[in-house]
Structure formats: C-alpha cells, structure tokens
C-alpha cells in the first residue's frame, strides 16, 4: 500500500468537500441547528404552568378548597404555576367543557363526603396530548394528594410523605436533552457520513472516475482507507465542533438592553473527550466503507437517499437513543444487539454521563465491537470495488 | 518511462488471445486476436455496440473476460505493473466535476507515479487550459472536459495509450494538434490505439482494425483497406467488409472479410 495514493484519495475528497459548500454546512452546522432545536423544544415546553377545573360536590367548589390547593400549588416542587378556577356547575359535565374548550387543562372533581371505601378524585384531560397531559397529571397527583391531606385535617406538613429525589449520575434536574444530546454526536456522524460517502461513491462509479482510478496502480485498499481518512477528518471536525456545543457553555453577560445569554447546551460530561472522540470515528469508519459497499447497488443519488429508512432509521428507532434497549419487545432488542448504533450510543452515554473510561468493561465492549464492524464494512466495501467489475 | 523507441521487429506491446466477453446472449467481443506493435497508432473503427470500449477495457483489465487472455508489455491483465505504464482515457469524461483542472490532473498524475509540476504544466499547454488551472470543472464546456480528460491520461507520459474517441467534441483546430501530439509520442516509441468511428481520423493511423459485432472483420493500413474493398472512402470500405452497399443495404454474394 502506498501512503502518497492513499493519501491522495484521502485529499481529493477534502478538496471536493472544501468545495462544496451545501454539503459542508449539512455536515457541519446541520447536526448543530437540530441540536440547539431539539434543545430548544425539550427545555422550552417543559409544562411551566397548569390551569385546572376545580368541581367539588355539593353546590360550588369553595374557597376552603381552593384555598388549600393554592397552598399546596404553592409546595409543588419544579415551579410549576398553577391557577385554579372553581366551577359553578353542579356536576362533572361543566368541568368536561372547559377542558374540551381548552379554558382549562385539566379538570378535577374531588370526591363527596363518604363513608368508607377510598375516595375517587376525577381527573379529566383533553386526552390528545398524552405526553405533556401525564406531566400534567403528576404535577397534579402531588397538588391533589396535599390538597387532599389539608382539607381533610391531615395538614400537609404533618402525615403525607415527601418525596425528595436524588440522582447517582447528572443531576436530579436533568432533562432528556442531557439524556439524549450525547447520543446525538454518533448518530449525525453515523449519518452524514453515511450519506456523503454513498453519494461521493457513486458519483465515482457513474461518473466514471472509479474506471480511471482502477485503470491506475491504486489498490482498493489505497482507496478504501483514503476514502476513510478523507471522512473521518470530516467526521472529526464535525465532533469537535458538536462536543463543544453541547458540553460546553460560553455565557455571555448581560450588555445594555441585552440580557444574559450563553452558547452551547452546556450538558454535564463527566468523561474524557477522546474516548468520545474514538467512539464516534469507529462508528464513522464503520459509516465510510457501509456507504461505499451500499453505492454499488443504487444507480442514482435518489437511490442512496433511498437508504435512509432502511439503513439509518430503524438504527435510530432502536438503537437505545430512545428507548432503552433492555425495555424492547425480545426480537426487537435482539435486532439492536447486533446493530453498531446501539453500542455507539451505549459508549456515549458511558462515557459522557456516567464518565466511564476505558478501564470499564461495556466501553471495552463498546469499541471492540465498532472496530469490529468497522472491519467487516471494510471488507464488504473493498470486495464491491474490483478491477474485473462486469 | 521508457523513452527509447523500441525498434520494430520486437514484439509486441499489446498481445490479446482469443478474448472473448460475453454479456448474457450478447457476445460483445468474440474471439478477437490482436498484436500491437511499438510506436504505432492503430484506430478502433466501428459503429455503435460493436465491442470497441469493451475490448479496451478487456485489455486493461477492467472487466473479466470470458475467455481468451490480454497481456500488455508481456504481462497478463490485470496487472498492477502494467497499470502504471498505461494511460486510458474512457468513452465518458471521468473527472471530478467538484475539483478544479489542476487537482483533477494532479490527483491522477499521484495515482500514476507522476508529480513533477513540469509534467502537469506541459499538458495543460498541450491541451490549452493552462488559463483555467483553477476553475472547477463543471464551469468548463464540454470540449475542454474532454481535454481535461485527455490531459489526465496522458500526463505521466506511459508508453501504451488507450484513447476511447479521445476527441468527440473537440473542436477541428485542436483535434489537429492532438493528433500532431498523438503522432509525436507514436514517434517516441508510444503505442496507441484509438477507438472511434469518425472515419476521417482513421487515415491519421498507421493500422486500422474493423470491428463489427465483436468480430475484427478487417485489419490492415487505410489504403489497402481501401483497395481490398474496391472503394474510394474508409466508409464505403467499412460497410463493404460489413457485406453492406453504400446505402446500408445487404449485398448478395457480398466479399468476405479477409
Ligand atoms: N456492462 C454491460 N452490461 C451489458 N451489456 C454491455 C455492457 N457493456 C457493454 N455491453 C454491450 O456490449 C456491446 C458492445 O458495447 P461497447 O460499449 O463495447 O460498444 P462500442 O463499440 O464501444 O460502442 P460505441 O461506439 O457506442 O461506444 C453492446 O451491445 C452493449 O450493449
Ligand atoms: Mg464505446
């Protein structure tokens, strides 16, 4: 193998990316646009405020009733705001309105006076917003159970348990975006790269330039790994730059009318950044040559899109970035296990979450098995670039 | 490379053996024997499909025949060795469209071996977008692609060329000057064979072979293809070796080819 062709494939790619300015940006900024998006979305519709229905039996919710769930609105940790409105009705069907109308977001009825049995607080929801309505409702569940205690004499202070969470990894108030922007780093690399070497391959079989390259001394290993060198600085810039982003956090004080803002996401990592770094450009290698081997069997750019359900999104779907594997039906996280996604995204949060090193066994695992398929890819790749292609 | 120009009477630099490609039914190249000697340009003449790109890249090595054997400078294809000592121009432009002239020619000119700044200069002039080193190909119109294409097959100098119809629109001036220059390295000893099927080039070659159907259905200089055939133009002589009369139609009792 010779060093100067390798690396002459190597450059050629960077000088046809350096050049190509939309798919440079895709691969630069795009992962982090949608990171800062999803960020955004994630922190930025936490459910901040609930407006509940108060019904209680016997005429109008009083001001007891009210008064004791502003109280205990009041204790809801999380500052969630609530306000409550009493209805007037004399039955569930008023509340039933107001939620259907979005006047409120939730209806309560309390329970009437019993005699034993225990009693049926009635929550009503829109139903049409399941994830934001359970936040909802365990806001709620907290509130009512206070409000409950309070109103029937057992003072909130005094029997009704608090609950005080604590965490072993992050921060008891970490969201899902701490959960998930870490994951993000392997599966926009695993993906441009995917896609960009795809498409620069098969513009080499079409456009003809593989039949010049194989018309010269170049080995397809000479191609292959200059291939993976020219991709894998492109994916290594790409980490570098989405790691800052999302570890980092600049903050930038308040200047006049300006408020106090920051760049990055700032998510806690408690890890080295190089393993971070291997993991992903096992994953990229790995990435490179699935691209290369997948280009002989499309004809078109459109059929390398075509790909993507097939090849990157059920990855993503089961690959753990999600849901955890442990929790998927058995043939489904049978299906993950042999997926190279699934032990990026392991090592990733590994690595940065739990600060997991290369002493520890799942990381040992982790890239013992990317290498491994990066090998495989290797070899699948170099076996579709032949000389005596028919 | 090997500048010394070998002299006639040593053999052969590109020998084929019976080569045979078969695509499914279709035999592309069947049962073809060639010889070609040093310093000569022989021209590849025939219509559409005949089997011309097939044989070059059966001579290379690009495809695996189905039967028969290539060897170029006495070495079976394919051969890594033989590789860098030829230059191919493919039928399709086969450069990077991202890259600009000078990196489509100094990425080639790696692959081969070649790197000296000189050799990149002299092709460029020779092709005559030296002005346009630093212009990305797609911005080149579709002659000076083929010219750039030309220039990334000849500048490591190899002794055997390949050219698929090196000058399909190129313009008439410099189709001069490249079969002035194609001439220039037959005399230094390069053998070249051209495929094409403009017969008005053919007479610039020293030998022409006649495909038809995968077949070589006449070999010999253009004048004694012309006397063979009994015709005035390659042309008529072609489609008279092909048993055809000047308008295409079939001939009863039609000469063979020899
Ligand atoms: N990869 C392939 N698969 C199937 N058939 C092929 C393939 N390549 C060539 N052929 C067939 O082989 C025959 C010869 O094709 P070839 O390209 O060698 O012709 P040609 O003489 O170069 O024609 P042209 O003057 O149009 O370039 C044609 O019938 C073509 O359809
Ligand atoms: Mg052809």
Known sequence: ?390 | MDGVAPTPGTSPVVVATGLVKSFGPIRAVDGIDLALAAGRIYGLLGPNGSGKTTLIRLLIGLTRASGGEARILGTPMPSRTALGRIGYMPQSESIYPELSVGENLAFFATLQGAQSADALDRVLDLVELAERRNTPATHLSGGMRRRLSLACTLVHEPPVLFLDEPTVGVDPALRVQFWAHFRRLAAAGTTILVASHVMDEADRCDELLFVRSGKVIAQGTGASLRAQAGTTDLESAFLRFSGLDDEGRPIDGAKGPT
């Open chain 1, 1 to 390: 193998m010779s060093g100067t062709r390798t690396l002459a494939v190597a450059r050629r790619i960077l000088a046809g990316l350096r050049r190509d300015h939309r798919a440079l940006g895709l691969v630069l900024v795009a992962p982090i646009v949608i990171t800062l998006l999803l960020a955004w979305v994630i922190r930025g519709s936490e459910v901040a405020s609930i407006n509940v229905g108060l019904y209680a039996p016997n005429g109008q919710a009083d001001q007891v009733h009210v008064g004791f769930l502003r109280a205990a609105a009041a204790e809801v940790p999380g500052g969630v705001d609530v306000t409550i409105e009493a209805a007037t009705a004399n039955d569930l069907d008023e509340l039933r309105t107001w939620v259907g109308e979005g006047r409120v977001d939730v209806g309560v009825g309390l329970p009437g006076v019993q005699f034993g049995g225990a009693p049926t607080v009635t929550v009503i929801t829109a139903g049409t917003d399941p994830a934001t309505e359970s936040g909802a409702l365990a806001a709620l569940q907290a509130l009512v159970s206070r409000a409950l205690g309070a109103a029937t004499g057992v003072g909130p202070n005094t029997n009704i348990p608090t609950f005080r969470h604590e965490t072993v990894f992050l921060s008891a108030d970490a969201d899902s975006l701490d959960i998930l922007a870490p994951v993000f780093l392997g599966y926009f690399a695993y993906f441009f790269v995917f896609i960009l070497t795809g498409i620069s391959f098969l513009r080499e079989r079409v456009g003809g330039t593989l039949e010049r390259l194989l018309a010269t001394p170049v080995t397809r290993a000479e191609i292959v790994v200059g291939y993976g060198i020219g991709f894998s600085v492109l994916a290594t810039v790409q980490v570098i730059l989405l790691t800052a982003f999302v570890l980092g956090r600049i903050a930038v004080p308040e200047i006049g009318p300006i408020g106090e803002w920051g760049i990055g996401l700032g998510v806690a990592s408690a890890g080295s950044p190089l393993i971070v770094l291997a993991l992903v450009l096992l994953l990229a290698i790995g990435a490179v040559n699935l691209g290369i081997f997948l280009s002989t069997f499309a004809r078109s750019e459109f059929q390398i899109i075509q790909f993507i359900p097939i090849v990157i999104i059920p990855q993503g779907l089961l690959a753990g970035i999600f849901w955890p594997i442990d929790r998927l039906p058995e043939i489904l996280a049978a299906i993950a296990r042999v997926l190279p996604l699934t032990y990026a995204v392991d090592g990733l949060r590994g690595v940065i979450l739990r600060g997991e090193d290369l002493a520890a066994s799942t990381i040992q695992l982790d890239l013992a098995v990317l290498t491994a398929v990066a090998a495989v890819f290797v070899v699948l790749a170099s076996v579709t670039i032949k000389r005596e292609v028919a």
